[in-house]
């Protein structure tokens, strides 16, 4: 009898000492698995254990994040949810939609967060004008990077337009390099053809196109050339393409084996996470074309109970936008912070052309959501689009049919 009583105060005190000090946990959810994303997302796990927190790992390999968006799936319909998931992008006002996101209003309004982000990507952040996801950076797709010996080697310069890049292609197989360093994955072959399609349709035939699904521009003859631009580059990478993760294709570019590499800037975390120098081992410039494609990481929390885990969710929103994890982490990722009042001292010429380049698009009306990183479409459109890039790439389709198929596939992805 005694015992029980006993047990019985010792719950209490137990229970309310713990809705008054939570211990913040969060089970992440998140695809950053190669050498430079790794390091990257370390900087945050250290954050949040160094203020109290335990964060339990949940990566799931694969670039682009496709096998990741499977998991969590799987776990939302199993009715576990993880506390925090990377995630953006239009798929975070899918998932609000589905009613299982939780309102991190609380900690933006008490940081300020309208103050330090550009609307630009705050409003990605928004479901409903609630604050529903919190941004960690600004990754560029559209770049080019290059083995500087390679290319110094050959005599060729860093290539300012398409015609450009494919006579050093042609150079290049002449002497024996692989061209371009590519993963066949439909996500890569899918950033691939939208740094082509910006370069070919202009920032306003590629807003029209991936942005408005215009069907006339869809359907255009400068689609076709871009189409006909992707078959070009289709001879210039090497017969083990097929499958290849990005990050091995970026080690092709450091070490030599290829010269060129088309990639957003988690290319470049991997060149540091390997001590290259930018300027130095490698160059870095924008794809031939003018405008700038850009893709905001964030983390969503997603609707859980548990005060410790609610405390784990204010904890890790709070951090990630924070002023020095948004430095620490982008120095490592490659990309650049998403808060405007950080300082780029630290940061290296690739990661401040990207700032200057992404001010000067913002002011020309040239700064462009990814389509192929899940900024600008949902997840059925964009997913249709890509699989006709993707089946035009791994097969003789002609460029008419893809432009053809393209606009069917997006007509029947409503
Ligand atoms: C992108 C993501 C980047 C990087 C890349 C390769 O979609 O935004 O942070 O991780 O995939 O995995």
Redesign the pocket.
């Known amino acids: 009898m005694k015992m029980t009583a006993f047990a019985a105060v010792s719950s209490i005190a137990l229970f309310s000492a713990s809705s008054v000090l939570a211990n913040p946990e969060a089970e992440v959810l998140h695809?950053?698995t190669?050498g430079g994303?790794a390091k990257s997302v370390a900087v945050l796990q250290q954050e949040f254990a160094d203020n109290g927190g335990t964060w339990t790992d949940m990566p799931v390999a694969g670039?682009?994040?496709d096998a990741a968006m499977t998991a969590l799936r799987a776990r939302v319909l199993a009715g576990n949810a993880p506390t925090a998931v990377q995630l953006?992008g239009p798929a975070i006002q899918e998932w609000y939609e589905e009613g299982v996101l939780a309102d991190i209003s609380s900690v933006a309004e008490a940081e300020g967060w309208a103050d330090v982000l550009p609307a630009s990507i705050a409003d990605h952040m928004k479901c409903d004008g609630t604050w529903c996801a919190a941004p960690v950076n600004v990754?560029r797709v559209d770049w080019i990077w290059a083995n500087t010996d390679v290319l110094e080697a050959n005599d060729i310069e860093m290539p300012t337009s398409w015609d450009e890049f494919n006579a050093a292609a042609e150079k290049l197989m002449a002497a024996g390099v692989i061209p371009l360093a590519h993963g066949g994955q439909a996500w890569q072959d899918a950033t691939v053809f939208e740094a082509v399609a910006l370069g070919i349709l202009g920032a306003d035939g590629f807003r029209k196109a991936f942005v408005e699904l215009d069907e006339a521009t869809l359907t255009s003859d400068e689609m076709i050339a871009v189409f006909d631009q992707m078959r070009t580059m289709r001879g210039f990478v090497d017969p083990n393409f097929s499958g290849r993760d990005?990050n091995l294709a970026t080690a092709m570019v450091m070490n030599g084996e290829a010269a060129f590499q088309i990639m957003?800037d988690?290319a470049k975390g991997e060149f540091m996470a390997a001590g290259k120098v930018p300027g130095e081992d490698f160059l870095c410039a924008s794809t031939p074309g003018d405008g700038f494609l850009y893709?905001v990481?964030s983390f969503a929390m997603f609707d859980v109970d548990g005060e410790d885990k609610k405390a784990g969710q204010d904890l890790l929103a709070k951090l990630i936008v924070g002023e020095s994890f948004q430095e620490v982490f982008n120095l490592n990722?490659g990309s650049i912070p998403a808060r405007t009042d950080v300082s780029l001292d630290a940061f290296d010429s690739c990661a401040l052309l990207s700032s200057a380049d992404m001010q000067a698009s913002s002011d020309n009306g040239s700064l462009l959501p990814s389509y192929a990183?899940?900024m600008a479409l949902r997840g059925a459109q964009s997913g249709a689009i890509t699989d006709v890039v993707t089946a035009h790439f791994n097969s003789d389709m002609s460029s008419a049919e893809a432009v053809a198929q393209l606009a069917q596939a997006v007509a029947n992805s409503y």
């Open positions: 695809w950053w190669s994303e670039g682009g994040g953006k990754h990005w957003g988690w893709n990481d990722k990183h899940g």
